[in-house]
């Protein structure tokens, strides 16, 4: 079966160019265009895609809030941020919206179809030196109190939660905690489960904001 994908820029040539791109590649569809943010909520309600790559700076309604009410659905599609530069601002609000990835406009095309891949397949699209560097130097703003639901985690739990933190994908947590990949995606499952979240994205801000991580620290 397909990816589903809607395209949302107010350029259109960057949509051309996105489409191009997507359709080249074997199991991947573009079921829907936009111009603006309204229109992408408007587009990807009619069409249900699997995922929408969202252009941050859009008129009418800009990408931001467009994700904001489309991860707001009982069953949302994946979003995507693209975005011709790399701003700290952007990339924070993007993760504490929800999404699950960020994109620079100008990144190859092999890196657009890998992104759509990783984020349909569950995991977010995280450059682990960026996110960390910039939800480090947000987050670490205040001295949170920590939320209540962390006393639900296990310690094995909370430790995974400090690696997703860290931008450490499922193999490279099972070799620090030497175990199964298999055993550690259940860890993951259950820090989201338990804590809330929709997904990695969301648990490194989750992780950084609530204290259980802080810049500079060491992993583990």
């Known amino acids: 079966m397909s990816i589903r994908i809607v395209i949302a820029d107010d350029q259109a040539m960057v949509r051309v160019g996105l489409k191009l791109v997507v359709e080249s590649e074997p199991g991947m569809e573009v079921v829907g265009e936009a111009a603006d943010g309204l229109e992408a909520v408007t587009v990807a309600r009619r069409t249900r895609p699997d995922i929408v790559l969202m252009d941050i700076s859009m008129p009418r309604m800009d990408g931001l809030t467009a994700a904001r009410k489309l991860l707001d659905w009982p069953d ?97 947590i099972a070799g620090q905690l030497f175990v199964g990949e298999a055993t550690v995606k259940t860890h993951v499952a259950r820090v989201l489960m338990k804590l809330h979240l929709r997904d990695r994205a969301q648990a490194v801000v989750f992780a950084y904001e609530s204290g259980v991580v802080r810049p500079g620290a060491a992993v583990g």
């Open 76 to 172: 949302p599609p994946k979003v995507v941020m693209l975005t011709t530069f790399d701003t700290d601002e952007n990339l924070y609000a993007a993760l504490r919206a929800g999404t699950s990835g960020f994109l620079l406009k100008v990144s190859p095309p092999e890196q657009l179809v890998e992104a759509i891949r990783v984020v349909v397949g569950g995991d977010a699209l995280l450059d682990p030196a960026v996110t960390t560097r910039v939800i480090a130097s947000f987050a670490g703003r205040h001295d949170p109190a920590p939320p209540p639901q962390l006393a639900d985690l296990t310690p094995r739990e909370l430790e995974v939660l400090r690696f997703l933190a860290r931008g450490l994908t499922n193999a490279e």
